[in-house]
């Protein structure tokens, strides 16, 4: 199955074509330092300023209005922006950002700062209102510097660039605008003759794909004077003495501005790209196909709900999709189970990667985004940081709140089959997730003509170790929730069992649906307690194989601190914890049902007359000294029930608790829920 590629924002899906053009341009011509003057050199500074030529006319623009100086990427470009822009009288001065912003952008405020520069932070959708509400400013001593993306990369919303130009009339001529323009440019042609911000910051590997290492910063003659550098590296003097502080730096803002040899391999592979587009033409590249992507998936999934209409989908957008000069091809949202609780954005990015797609989860470098959508505040990122949550990490819900999203961005080569596969195979994951809050609870009648009850609920969080008894408990479909979601296993991947280490009886773990934490104890140990997922707990966390029954099952390590706390148990025996990541089904043919780590079924249901006659019947020496209660756990059972004849469940098909039908099959125990008229839909 070939891989789907979602990530077009991150980075574009290079083609096999331009890659060879790539390989041809290099292989065929020796290139070498453009500060030698050798003949190596010197092709290599004609392959750089024709470069140069290139980028400007992409953009519409010439060398008489734009520079562009080469950096290893937008971030760059920048940093070189916040570091080395003159304020001059900061009383009169301010900075400007948008909240929704990159990272790399949100950065340049600590220079503000440094400076003692006032900072104004505003949403996207604030920008144009504040600036054209804002009166005019006379021509004053200190500059300002306003910082926002053409494109955020998080929503897709795209600025009006007609901005540029009220920004300017309002704070007057000593305004400057820098635009982040990484993202808008991956799909869409930014032109510089209509617009024309002071500073654009662009990588190319947003556009091709390739060289990785590469991008520019577009600077406007005008502003140039605006940009005060103090250091110089190698390349960017007339001349300079060691013997005291004396030096000229060069002229033009390029040469003072690349410090040191430029990455002249990577400049040379950029005019293959650009070969390669002239070649191709540019459709290749810059499409509105991703936005009409975007706009597919935008409509399906506010048309997606659940079979309890509630919805499936929880979009982030400041659009409708209706207008690709406001939108581009990017569409950022969470799913929600039919409860209305979320489902974790690392649990959706496992689905689709194993299904061969490529998506990208969490905020995207994006912080200011994800507390617009998400609502979160300076006291919630506090606590997801307390909580182990970093960025870049899959910690991707805390107390239920998801601290990131999933976003699907588009490019050129994408198709709508298959953006409509991934959807289909999110409506047939998710759908009907946990529909309805059901819950087991204790002293339940089980509907059958007597006074039968549901006397005891117990799961098993970690197979093989002791029960967890609770008065109530949510179910799913796999079972009971988190009943055998854990496991022990051994050097070689395989379960380990009481049969091998008896004392796996005395593990008491306790599940914590709430803080979403699992605690275990043993006698004489000090407790150790983990939280679901968390990368914190899982600092060499892997995704591996084990064996439950004959099955391959896919697991996650559980981390340094439980293997140290089962070390101190069992010894080295390089036991570890691994928590179940996928759901695991029957190979049966005739048996389909959804399973944990459990060996045979979802539930075990045990009748305790059927128990008591057992013990009668048994002629063992032991049986008298055995309680009731004693031999019961021995049978591992999730539902305890008292009321019945002896083995008189051997006999049922079925029977109910509270409106919900548990079924036995060749006595494995599937769960079925009741809906419309009867009708029963097996999870």
Same mark, same amino acid.
């Given at each position: 199955?070939?891989?789907?590629?979602?990530?077009?924002?991150?980075?574009?899906?290079?083609?096999?074509?331009?890659?060879?053009?790539?390989?041809?341009?290099?292989?065929?011509?020796?290139?070498?330092?453009?500060?030698?003057?050798?003949?190596?050199?010197?092709?290599?500074?004609?392959?750089?300023?024709?470069?140069?030529?290139?980028? +400007? /006319?992409?953009? #519409?623009?010439?060398?008489?209005?734009? =520079?562009?100086?080469?950096?290893? %990427?937008?971030?760059? *470009? !920048?940093?070189?922006?916040?570091?080395?822009?003159?304020?001059?009288?900061?009383?009169?001065?301010?900075?400007?950002?948008?909240?929704?912003?990159?990272?790399?952008?949100?950065?340049?405020?600590?220079?503000?700062?440094?400076?003692?520069?006032?900072?104004?932070?505003?949403?996207?959708?604030?920008?144009?209102?504040?600036?054209?509400?804002?009166?005019?400013?006379?021509?004053?001593?200190?500059?300002?510097?306003?910082?926002?993306?053409?494109?955020?990369?998080?929503?897709?919303?795209?600025?009006?660039?007609?901005?540029?130009?009220?920004?300017?009339?309002?704070?007057?001529?000593?305004?400057?605008?820098?635009?982040?323009?990484?993202?808008?440019?991956?799909?869409?042609?930014?032109? +510089? /003759?209509?617009? #024309?911000?002071?500073?654009?910051?662009? =990588?190319?590997?947003?556009?091709? %794909?390739?060289?990785? *290492? !590469?991008?520019?910063?577009?600077?406007?003659?005008?502003?140039?004077?605006?940009?005060?550098?103090?250091?110089?590296?190698?390349?960017?003097?007339?001349?300079?003495?060691?013997?005291?502080?004396?030096?000229?730096?060069?002229?033009?803002?390029?040469?003072?501005?690349?410090?040191?040899?430029?990455?002249?391999?990577?400049?040379?592979?950029?005019?293959?790209?650009?070969?390669?587009?002239?070649?191709?033409?540019?459709?290749?590249?810059?499409?509105?196909?991703?936005?009409?992507?975007?706009?597919?998936?935008?409509?399906?999934?506010?048309?997606?709900?659940?079979?309890?209409?509630?919805?499936?989908?929880?979009?982030?957008?400041?659009?409708?999709?209706?207008?690709?000069?406001?939108?581009?091809?990017?569409?950022?949202?969470?799913?929600?189970?039919?409860?209305?609780?979320?489902?974790?954005?690392?649990?959706?990015?496992?689905?689709?990667?194993?299904?061969?797609?490529?998506?990208?989860?969490?905020?995207?470098?994006?912080?200011?985004?994800?507390?617009?959508?998400?609502?979160?505040?300076?006291?919630?990122?506090?606590?997801?940081?307390?909580?182990?949550?970093?960025?870049?990490?899959?910690?991707?819900?805390?107390?239920?709140?998801?601290?990131?999203?999933?976003?699907?961005?588009?490019?050129?080569?994408?198709?709508?089959?298959?953006?409509?596969?991934?959807?289909?195979?999110?409506?047939?994951?998710?759908?009907?997730?946990?529909?309805?809050?059901?819950?087991?609870?204790?002293?339940?009648?089980?509907?059958?003509?007597?006074?039968?009850?549901?006397?005891?609920?117990?799961?098993?969080?970690?197979?093989?170790?002791?029960?967890?008894?609770?008065?109530?408990?949510?179910?799913?479909?796999?079972?009971?929730?988190?009943?055998?979601?854990?496991?022990?296993?051994?050097?070689?991947?395989?379960?380990?069992?009481?049969?091998?280490?008896?004392?796996?009886?005395?593990?008491?773990?306790?599940?914590?649906?709430?803080?979403?934490?699992?605690?275990?104890?043993?006698?004489?140990?000090?407790?150790?307690?983990?939280?679901?997922?968390?990368?914190?707990?899982?600092?060499?966390?892997?995704?591996?194989?084990?064996?439950?029954?004959?099955?391959?099952?896919?697991?996650?390590?559980?981390?340094?601190?439980?293997?140290?706390?089962?070390?101190?148990?069992?010894?080295?025996?390089?036991?570890?914890?691994?928590?179940?990541?996928?759901?695991?089904?029957?190979?049966?043919?005739?048996?389909?049902?959804?399973?944990?780590?459990?060996?045979?079924?979802?539930?075990?249901?045990?009748?305790?007359?059927?128990?008591?006659?057992?013990?009668?019947?048994?002629?063992?020496?032991?049986?008298?000294?055995?309680?009731?209660?004693?031999?019961?756990?021995?049978?591992?059972?999730?539902?305890?029930?008292?009321?019945?004849?002896?083995?008189?469940?051997?006999?049922?098909?079925?029977?109910?608790?509270?409106?919900?039908?548990?079924?036995?099959?060749?006595?494995?125990?599937?769960?079925?829920?009741?809906?419309?008229?009867?009708?029963?839909?097996?999870?």
């Amino acid at each position: 199955m070939t891989e789907v590629y979602f990530d077009h924002a991150g980075a574009a899906a290079i083609r096999d074509e331009l890659l060879e053009s790539v390989f041809s341009k290099l292989k065929s011509t020796k290139y070498g330092n453009p500060h030698s003057h050798n003949s190596a050199g010197k092709r290599t500074l004609e392959q750089i300023e024709q470069s140069r030529f290139r980028i +400007l /006319s992409l953009f #519409k623009t010439s060398s008489s209005d734009y =520079s562009v100086i080469f950096t290893s %990427g937008a971030t760059a *470009g !920048l940093k070189i922006v916040a570091e080395y822009f003159d304020y001059g009288e900061t009383s009169n001065a301010n900075f400007y950002h948008s909240q929704e912003i990159h990272t790399s952008c949100l950065g340049m405020r600590e220079y503000a700062e440094q400076k003692n520069v006032p900072i104004v932070s505003l949403k996207l959708k604030e920008f144009t209102d504040y600036f054209q509400s804002m009166e005019k400013r006379n021509n004053e001593v200190g500059k300002s510097l306003v910082a926002f993306p053409a494109q955020c990369n998080f929503t897709g919303y795209r600025m009006p660039l007609n901005l540029i130009e009220i920004i300017k009339q309002k704070l007057g001529v000593n305004a400057y605008v820098c635009l982040d323009a990484a993202s808008f440019v991956s799909t869409t042609v930014l032109d +510089l /003759s209509e617009y #024309k911000p002071d500073f654009v910051c662009i =990588s190319f590997y947003k556009i091709f %794909g390739c060289p990785t *290492g !590469l991008g520019c910063l577009l600077v406007k003659k005008t502003a140039e004077e605006a940009l005060l550098k103090t250091y110089y590296g190698g390349g960017t003097v007339f001349v300079a003495a060691s013997t005291e502080n004396f030096h000229v730096k060069r002229k033009r803002i390029e040469e003072r501005f690349e410090d040191g040899t430029l990455p002249y391999l990577e400049i040379v592979s950029l005019n293959a790209c650009f070969d390669w587009l002239e070649t191709n033409g540019s459709q290749k590249v810059f499409s509105n196909q991703p936005y009409e992507l975007a706009a597919l998936a935008f409509r399906y999934m506010q048309s997606a709900f659940h079979s309890n209409s509630s919805p499936m989908f929880e979009v982030y957008s400041l659009t409708d999709y209706t207008d690709s000069l406001s939108q581009g091809g990017i569409i950022s949202f969470n799913m929600r189970d039919s409860n209305g609780h979320y489902v974790g954005y690392a649990e959706v990015d496992s689905v689709v990667t194993a299904n061969k797609f490529c998506v990208r989860t969490g905020c995207f470098c994006n912080p200011g985004a994800c507390q617009t959508f998400l609502k979160l505040t300076k006291q919630d990122l506090l606590e997801h940081f307390k909580a182990g949550h970093v960025c870049g990490d899959n910690n991707d819900l805390v107390e239920g709140k998801p601290t990131g999203a999933i976003r699907l961005s588009f490019g050129p080569t994408n198709t709508y089959e298959e953006v409509e596969k991934l959807l289909k195979l999110l409506n047939c994951t998710f759908k009907d997730r946990n529909l309805t809050p059901i819950e087991l609870q204790v002293h339940q009648a089980i509907q059958s003509g007597k006074n039968i009850k549901l006397e005891k609920i117990r799961l098993y969080p970690v197979k093989s170790c002791s029960y967890q008894e609770v008065k109530s408990w949510p179910i799913e479909a796999t079972g009971l929730s988190y009943d055998r979601q854990w496991m022990i296993i051994g050097s070689t991947g395989a379960s380990i069992t009481q049969k091998r280490e008896p004392r796996l009886c005395l593990i008491t773990p306790t599940v914590n649906i709430e803080k979403k934490t699992l605690t275990l104890n043993y006698p004489g140990v000090k407790p150790v307690t983990i939280i679901f997922g968390l990368k914190s707990n899982q600092i060499e966390a892997k995704v591996c194989k084990s064996r439950v029954c004959g099955d391959s099952v896919d697991v996650n390590d559980c981390g340094e601190e439980v293997y140290q706390w089962l070390q101190n148990i069992f010894g080295s025996q390089g036991y570890r914890l691994v928590q179940q990541s996928a759901v695991r089904r029957q190979k049966k043919e005739d048996n389909k049902t959804s399973l944990s780590l459990a060996n045979e079924s979802q539930y075990l249901l045990v009748n305790k007359n059927s128990v008591s006659k057992l013990m009668e019947q048994m002629a063992l020496d032991d049986a008298t000294s055995t309680s009731l209660d004693e031999m019961i756990d021995r049978f591992r059972g999730n539902l305890i029930v008292s009321g019945l004849d002896p083995f008189e469940e051997e006999e049922w098909e079925s029977f109910k608790v509270s409106g919900i039908i548990f079924k036995s099959v060749d006595f494995d125990i599937s769960i079925l829920q009741e809906k419309n008229k009867g009708q029963r839909k097996k999870f």
